[in-house]
Structure formats: C-alpha cells, structure tokens
C-alpha cells in the first residue's frame, strides 16, 4: 500500500513539474507559435497526463484512462487523418515483404 501512495505522489508530483514548466515557457514566449499552439491545446493534456502516469505510476490504469479520454478529444481529427488510410495499405505491405526478403537474403533465410 506504501508503494501505490508513493506512485500515485511521484506521477502527480512529475504533472505538475511537467505543467508548471510548460506554463512558464508560455509565459516566457519561448516556443514558435505553431508549436505552442499544439503543445497547449486543452486537448493535449490527458495525454500528456497519460504518458506520465504510465512511465511513473506502478498502477498503469489512470494512465490508459487519459490516453483514451485525449484520444476521444481528438477523435474527429484521427477519423480525417485515417480516412483515406486504404490508399497507403498495398505499397506499404509491398514495402514490408520486399523489405523482409532482402533482410532475409542477407541472413541466409531464404
């Protein structure tokens, strides 16, 4: 039980470093502003939270959770970017097995 406590202060204590730390480079105007766009839109904060929950927390349930709820933010944006995801599937596979043949030629497996 010692160990949950001390994750879940050691992830939470990372946020809000990790936050803190973006906000004063916001306030320093540090970044470009395409950039600072990007890193602090609203959306983006559960998954940041996510990513630091599942490297600093022993209980990777929290971070699953924000990942998906981040990602559920960003759904509209997934669906335009995969919409036309089919036209890359025959050359990327193409490139896979061409791939794996002179890799495996090299190896003596073929």
Do not use: C
């Amino acid at each position: 039980m010692a160990t949950v406590k001390r994750d879940n202060r050691l992830a939470w204590g990372i946020t809000l470093l990790f936050f803190g730390s973006l906000f004063l480079i916001k306030q320093l105007h540090i970044l470009p502003e395409g950039l600072a766009s990007i890193i602090f839109d609203f959306k983006n904060y559960p998954l940041f939270m996510g990513i630091i929950f599942l490297l600093f927390n022993s209980n990777k349930t929290a971070g699953i959770v924000l990942i998906v709820v981040g990602l559920l933010f960003r759904l509209s944006e997934i669906i335009q970017i995969t919409r036309h995801i089919s036209d890359f599937v025959w050359p990327i596979l193409l490139i896979i097995a061409g791939g794996v043949m002179v890799l495996g030629t090299k190896k003596g497996k073929w």
